[in-house]
Structures are given as structure tokens and as C-alpha cells.
């Protein structure tokens, strides 16, 4: 089974802290790709990064991180220093590499964070 | 580059009327996806287009249609509405599909009374 699984439902933190958004995910492929995706009020998704199978560098895009650990099936966020701006929901996204998922991304439930000044 | 655009933004309809939803992918990107987002069931997948065929279909009844044009927008339409197809659907584009990254539209607001 594909599945996304996206614990906290919802996250409240106070501008300039730091958050870490949890991603489980679960595939019998050993190749696939995951993503993480932002929406805020307005609804639409904004693509954040997307990761492969192979590759479990970390990575580091300004304030975001990402921590890919094939070993716990995770695929966990985290933003440093917290603005307003980053209140949004978040989701995780899987897509397996197999015949029959073409175009089908996996989403999770989704974070709502909401960041306080 | 201009991103996916989503026509109209908003709509509202009765039970048993049917809707046409239209998506222009950015450009150069030949695969189209949609998916349907409520607050009960999330982000679900309807379907895939390239190059004007279906190549993938979610669990969703045959109410439920799409078609993909030579220019590749696309629309989708669903059929004998229902009190339960009130959501925001989303498109999204990506180059060829398959697991290539997809970007996503504004979305289109359905509001079934």
C-alpha cells in the first residue's frame, strides 16, 4: 500500500521559533519520490522540494530544511525562526516509480501551522 | 514563465446540473493532473492526461470526466452534481508526468447547493 501520513494536524508556535512538520510515508517500491508542497488561504500548492529514493542528503533551503531517513520511512520539515508568512497547511506527497502512478501524487492529510507574532 | 491558470475560480450550482472546469498547464509541460481537495477526504487524484489520453484514473465514479486538448489545456466536467462534489478542485502540470514534479493551479471553488 502508498500511503502519506502526516501526524500533527495542527502546529501553533510563536514568530522565531523553530518547527519540525512530521512525514511518514510507506511503499513497497524502492524507488520513488516525495515531496513537500504549501497552501496558503488563497489554496493554491506551492512546491517546495522534491526528494528521491536514492538520494538521503539533507537538504537546506534558507530558513527550511528537510531530514530524508529511508530506515524510519520519514520525511520530516522543519523552519527555522519562524515567520507570520510561513502560516500555511503542509503537505507531504509521495509518488512510487511503477507503471499505474503516472501523475498520481499521494498526498497526507496536512499540517496546518500557525505562526503568532 | 506564466504559471496554471484554473477558469472560473469560483462556482456555484444546483444538485443533478453539470460543471466544465477548465486548466492551462504551463507552458512546454504536456501532462495534466486533478485532484479534488474536501476537509473529510484531503487531496484526492482523479485523473491524468498526455498528449490527449488518459493515462491514469482515480477512484472516482464515471460522473466524473476529462479530456485533454492538442494545446494541452485541459477540462474536466462532472456530470448530475451532487451535494458531496462541493470542493476545491486543483490541476496541476508537470513536463511528462509520470514522477515528474507537478505545479498546481489556484484551484476552482465548487460550491453544490
Known amino acids: 500500500a502508498q500511503k502519506v501520513t502526516q501526524a500533527q494536524t495542527e502546529i501553533s508556535v510563536v514568530e522565531k521559533e523553530d518547527v519540525t512538520l512530521d512525514c511518514v510515508y510507506e511503499?513497497?517500491?524502492?524507488?520513488?519520490?516525495l515531496f513537500w508542497y504549501k497552501q496558503p488561504p488563497s489554496g493554491e500548492l506551492v512546491f517546495l522540494i522534491r526528494r528521491n529514493s536514492f538520494d538521503e542528503q539533507n537538504e537546506i533551503s534558507g530558513r527550511y530544511s528537510w531530514n530524508f531517513q529511508k530506515s524510519t520511512s520519514s520525511f520530516n520539515f522543519t523552519i527555522t525562526a519562524s515567520q507570520v508568512v510561513d502560516s500555511a497547511v503542509y503537505f507531504c506527497a509521495l509518488i512510487p516509480n511503477y507503471g499505474g502512478s503516472q501523475g498520481n501524487l499521494i498526498f497526507g492529510k496536512g499540517t496546518k501551522l500557525s505562526v503568532k507574532p | 514563465k506564466a504559471g496554471v491558470t484554473q477558469t472560473p475560480r469560483y462556482l456555484i450550482k444546483t444538485r443533478g446540473q453539470q460543471v466544465t472546469l477548465s486548466c492551462s498547464p504551463i507552458?512546454?509541460?504536456?501532462?495534466v493532473s486533478w485532484y479534488q481537495q474536501t476537509p473529510g477526504q484531503g487531496l484526492q487524484f482523479l485523473f491524468e492526461?498526455?498528449?490527449?489520453?488518459?493515462?491514469n484514473k482515480g477512484n472516482f465514479p464515471g460522473r466524473f470526466s476529462g479530456r485533454q486538448f492538442s494545446n494541452s489545456r485541459s477540462e474536466m466536467n462532472v456530470s448530475t452534481l451532487e451535494l458531496g462534489d462541493s470542493a476545491l478542485y486543483l490541476c496541476?502540470?508537470?513536463?511528462?508526468?509520470?514522477?515528474?514534479?507537478?505545479?498546481f493551479g489556484p484551484g476552482t471553488r465548487l460550491t453544490v447547493l
Open positions: 507552458s512546454g509541460h504536456r501532462s
Open positions: 492526461y498526455f498528449s490527449e489520453t488518459q493515462r
Open positions: 511503499t513497497r517500491d524502492t524507488t520513488y519520490y
Open positions: 496541476a502540470s508537470s513536463l511528462s508526468g509520470f514522477t515528474d514534479t507537478q505545479y
